[in-house]
């Protein structure tokens, strides 16, 4: 392997394809055709050669294959062969290096070496470069590092805005399911650095192949979907998004504010809370998105998760303090009992809850929909 290395670095650039091929059959990075079960079938019928998996290309030995070569210094002489603009590195050659750099960067633990390494400024021009296949395969690379490791340290200073366009590029429908998630979960980390991120996110027409993720099937594409979304209404352009006339987005938030999925209620009911409180004409419009409405906050409000109370609980005073007929609403149903309810139940776990239930009553009281008691409360 040393010598595989110290040949890749050499100033002999015509072995650059030899050397990534041989990387990549050490990886096992290559596409493998799945084999139709039904076809295996006819073909033992008609006694024909079926080709057989070698026993040391199964994942077991993959994995031990892979840390050797990152114990030999794998990294830096792909970064190496990267580096060299040399006409021997054709796009078929940074294709095959898209796909090393994918597999090294499969193993989680695995991720933080690679970018020590120089991995993540290598990966950028591989993602930005090339054939398509090589494209796609170093930007899911990308994705999984943005994941696991703080992207402002895996793509110091400027290159961190250079990663967003290959993940919006996994956004796309022809694209798998895994590289959808992936890349939805790394944009979220991104959105949630700073508003110079969100706005190239913005730039790159993210918003709306978010959106449409937020309607699919798959429960995890969908959460991640929400997530991103949640830390993207930071920005007020996207905010606006929401009051756009026939918008169903509004909807579609509180709505999820009342799955069974907890995860996916966390993400939506953040998001609302967050767009209730920097957006408040949103308030007076969620009574009108869906008849269930008080029913969800409701739901929200007596979870036994202490998230999701404080959720529910920063919604209700934020519908309650932007809008006085909204607060009538609340107060002429059964949030009143919850309420009263929860004032009484202060407690070092529970003070987030407490003080948000204390000052929902409290607003409530100024607008003079109810009485303090004899407590003051």
């Not at 776990?349 to 003080?355: D, G, L």
Request: with cysteine; glycine share 4%.
């Amino acid at each position: 392997m040393e010598a595989l290395f110290e040949l890749a670095k050499s100033e002999d650039k015509t072995v650059l394809f030899a050397v990534a091929s041989a990387l990549v059959n050490c990886t096992n990075s290559y596409d493998k055709e799945e084999l139709d079960p039904q076809m295996v079938e006819l073909a033992k019928y008609a006694k024909q050669h079926i080709p057989e998996e070698h026993p040391k290309d199964k994942q077991k030995f993959v994995v031990k294959r892979i840390k050797k070569l990152l114990d030999a210094g794998v990294v830096s002489a792909v970064t190496c062969m990267v580096k060299n603009e040399s006409p021997a590195l054709t796009d078929s050659c940074k294709e095959l290096l898209c796909r090393v750099f994918l597999a090294l960067v499969e193993n989680p633990e695995d991720r933080g070496f690679v970018v020590a390494q120089g991995g993540g400024k290598a990966l950028i021009p591989l993602a930005l470069e090339g054939t398509d296949v090589g494209k796609t395969k170093a930007a899911q690379a990308l994705a999984k590092i943005a994941i696991t490791s703080n992207p402002e340290i895996a793509f110091p200073g400027e290159r961190v805005y250079e990663v967003v366009r290959p993940l919006v590029g996994l956004l796309h429908l022809d694209r798998t399911a895994l590289q959808n998630f992936e890349a939805l979960m790394a944009l979220t980390n991104l959105a949630g650095i700073s508003e110079r991120l969100r706005q190239k996110i913005l730039k790159e027409k993210a918003v709306p192949k978010i959106d449409s993720y937020m309607f699919e099937e798959h429960e995890m594409i969908r959460l991640a979907a929400t997530e991103c979304l949640c830390n993207l209404v930071l920005s007020q352009e996207v905010r606006d998004l929401f009051l756009t006339e026939g918008s169903d987005r509004l909807k579609l938030i509180v709505l999820y504010c009342g799955e069974d999925d907890e995860k996916l209620r966390c993400a939506a009911s953040g998001t609302l809370a967050m767009l209730t409180s920097l957006q408040p004409e949103l308030c007076a419009r969620i009574p009108k998105v869906t008849t269930h409405w008080l029913e969800i906050l409701q739901a929200l409000v007596l979870s036994p998760s202490a998230d999701l109370q404080h959720r529910g609980l920063v919604i209700v005073l934020n519908m309650i303090t932007a809008d006085r007929d909204v607060a009538a609403k609340l107060m002429e149903s059964e949030m009143l009992e919850i309420l009263s309810v929860m004032v009484k139940e202060e407690g070092e776990r529970k003070q987030a809850v407490f003080s948000a239930a204390k000052a929902c009553l409290a607003k409530a009281v100024e607008y003079e929909l109810i009485k303090p008691n004899v407590e003051g409360n």
